[in-house]
């Protein structure tokens, strides 16, 4: 008698079973165009094309031995600077309030000159944003490069994480949710993969009438195309 039951309901459940065909694209789940926001002359490029770099590694460095220089000039004020206002401070009761506060300003500004100082040299200083593999190098030592027209230089992408850009037919828009499984194949393999669709975006392409949605995956190379279906639920639609 169980038995029995336990056929009838996977029969509704594979009759409640609806499969929306999908084409997609596989895309880097993160990947961002890199450039300086300030001006110079690229002293040193220091990765290329499929280099594997960690979150805040340098890239590239404009020359910015002036701003070195600069920056030193800050830090031996700022030095001066604090020894002069501790002094006060132990006779801060007995000196005039204003003569005081004069050495308190000139202890600010200095602070407030070095972390200026420090901004101008990391902006020298080109850096990765996030663990990925550099796929576009468009700089050599010596160019020069402006913070007014900004050039992308390189081009970095997530060294493994990948999401698959699902497209299908705007009349499911009902039945397809966040959750449901993707069974899908890549062009030219027989090999069937499984996914879960973890985003769906929330306007139709006009063009050609399709939603688009994300399956997270790992490991397929960028670029690369394939079909699948879409196995959502009549009931849950409802």
């Known amino acids: 008698m169980m038995k029995k039951y336990f056929i009838l309901l996977c029969v ?5 079973a609806e499969e929306v065909y999908a084409t997609f694209t596989v895309e880097a789940q993160k990947s961002a165009d890199l450039a300086f926001s300030s001006g110079g002359i690229v002293d040193r490029v220091l990765v290329d094309v499929g280099t594997m770099v960690q979150k805040g590694e340098p890239l590239a460095i404009l020359q ?4 070195k220089a600069m920056l030193q000039i800050a830090q031996t004020t700022l030095k001066y ?7 006060q ?9 204003a003569k005081f506060d ?12 070095l972390h200026y100082k420090q901004a101008l040299l990391d902006k020298t200083i080109l850096k990765s944003p996030f663990e990925g593999v550099i796929f576009s190098k468009k700089v050599e030592a010596g160019d020069v490069v402006s913070g007014a027209m900004i050039r992308t230089l390189f081009e970095i992408q997530s060294q493994h994480q990948r999401k698959l850009i699902l497209e299908y037919d705007q009349k499911y828009w009902k039945s397809v949710k966040v959750g449901d499984r993707f069974s899908y194949t890549l062009d030219g393999e027989d090999k069937r993969y499984e996914g879960v669709i973890t985003k769906i975006y929330p306007t139709v392409e006009s063009d050609e009438r399709k939603i688009k949605a994300e399956v997270l ?4 190379k960028v670029g690369l195309f394939g079909t699948g279906t879409i196995i959502t639920s ?5």
């Open 89 to 97: 401070v132990q006779v801060k009761n007995i000196i005039d309030k």
């Open 81 to 87: 600077a604090k020894k002069e206002y501790q002094r």
């Open 64 to 67: 910015n031995d002036d701003l």
């Open 217 to 220: 995956t790992k490991d397929i």
């Open 102 to 113: 004069q050495y308190a300003y000139k202890y600010e500004s200095a602070k407030a000159q």
């Open 12 to 16: 509704i459940v594979s009759l409640q």
């Open 234 to 238: 009549k009931r849950d639609a409802e």
